[in-house]
């Protein structure tokens, strides 16, 4: 069954429990779409010597073969997915899908990754490749640094022994699968009249993130 009204302005609570109802049964399936749209990077290079759906899994077996927590391996595998659909930054893809589950520091560390990376290249465009230093006092610096360095920037070698994406599934379930922005959580749908709840307001569910 689908809501009644055309417009926003005409609907009701009952419109919302039954959009809801949807709503919630969608989100259980956005490993499936995550999964897709990694495997939809397989195929062209664009020039590198491995396509990025090896890279993103070649970075994500450095990180756990380095002894990463899990949540950081997940980072790892998702950090380029929005490759295709934002070229010219790609990092804030990763970012939306990661953020309601993640520490404020791996979020930051996925978002400003680019220019993280930008070290090992930037100077080859007459770029400043130190401009990530500008970031030197934030606590996310270190651990970008690494994620750069030692994971992301070593993984273009197509002789590397990569792990399989059935391998990262069960923790890319397990980390989508968290109480989105701590527990936060979906509000329930109420009547129109009912007071509002607090708590749920996730307008600034990271306040460590700046
Ligand atoms: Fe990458």
Not at 5 to 24: G, K, M, V, Y
Request: proline fraction near 7%.
């Amino acid at each position: 069954m689908n809501a009644t009204f055309t417009r926003f302005d005409h609907s009701q609570a009952d419109d919302w429990r039954e959009i809801d109802l949807h709503f919630r049964d969608y989100r259980e399936g956005v490993v499936d779409r995550v999964v897709a749209h990694l495997l939809r990077l397989e195929g062209d290079t664009h020039g590198y010597p491995v396509d990025r759906y090896t890279h993103c899994l070649q970075t994500a077996t450095r990180a756990e073969r380095a002894g990463a927590d899990e949540e950081t391996v997940v980072c790892a595998l998702l950090h380029d997915i929005g490759d295709d659909l934002a070229p010219d930054n790609h990092a804030e893809i990763a970012a939306a899908i990661l953020e309601p589950f993640v520490d404020p520091l791996n979020l930051w560390m996925i978002r400003h990754h680019e220019l993280f990376q930008g070290y090992h290249y930037r100077h080859f465009y007459g770029l400043d490749r130190h401009a990530r230093d500008d970031y030197r006092d934030h606590p996310a610096y270190p651990r970008t640094v690494r994620f750069c360095d030692e994971w992301d920037q070593t993984s273009f070698d197509p002789d590397y022994d990569t792990l399989t994406l059935a391998h990262f599934r069960p923790a890319l379930e397990r980390v989508l699968g968290r109480p989105p922005f701590e527990g936060a959580g979906l509000p329930e749908v109420r009547n129109a009249s009912a007071e509002p709840s607090p708590g749920i307001d996730t307008r600034n569910r990271h306040p460590k993130s700046t």
